[in-house]
């Protein structure tokens, strides 16, 4: 079973993790976004409000990131090491993350990364089964 994104948002990838962007897109390189594991088991979900600072080789030097902790630390961790065109989308970029827990649940997580123009990403992932004690 599938999911859908909501109204709005327009998928120019498969669901899976794996984002994939139209060449035009300041965001296609960055890569492959996960659901954070810990977030989903804690039924965390909200947004991310982003700058990132780009060097002069397109590398983020630098990003500022606001929203839930479980959420921040690790979109953090996931974007270290990406390479942006700094010469097509400048040294700063604004970016929002949306991070959302979808029906149906599911023991192992079934994502997708849906881009929404200008630097907005929904990540979602299915909602994680109730554990019963």
Do not use: W
Request: aromatic share 6%; with cysteine.
């Amino acid at each position: 079973m599938t999911f859908a994104p909501p109204s709005g948002f327009n998928i120019l990838g498969n669901p899976g993790t794996r984002i994939q962007f139209s060449e035009s897109s300041c965001l296609h390189s960055l890569g492959k976004l996960v659901y954070p594991p810990l977030a989903r088991s804690a039924a965390v979900q909200g947004l991310i409000y982003a700058t990132l600072h780009l060097d002069v080789a397109g590398s983020i030097a630098r990003s500022e990131l606001e929203g839930h902790e479980l959420l921040t630390e690790d979109v953090r961790r996931q974007i270290s090491g990406v390479r942006i065109d700094g010469d097509r989308c400048g040294n700063r970029l604004p970016v929002t993350f949306i991070f959302r827990l979808v029906e149906p649940a599911r023991a192992e997580p079934e994502s997708m990364v849906v881009f929404q123009e200008p630097g907005t990403l929904l990540i979602t992932a299915t909602k994680p089964i109730p554990m019963i004690d």
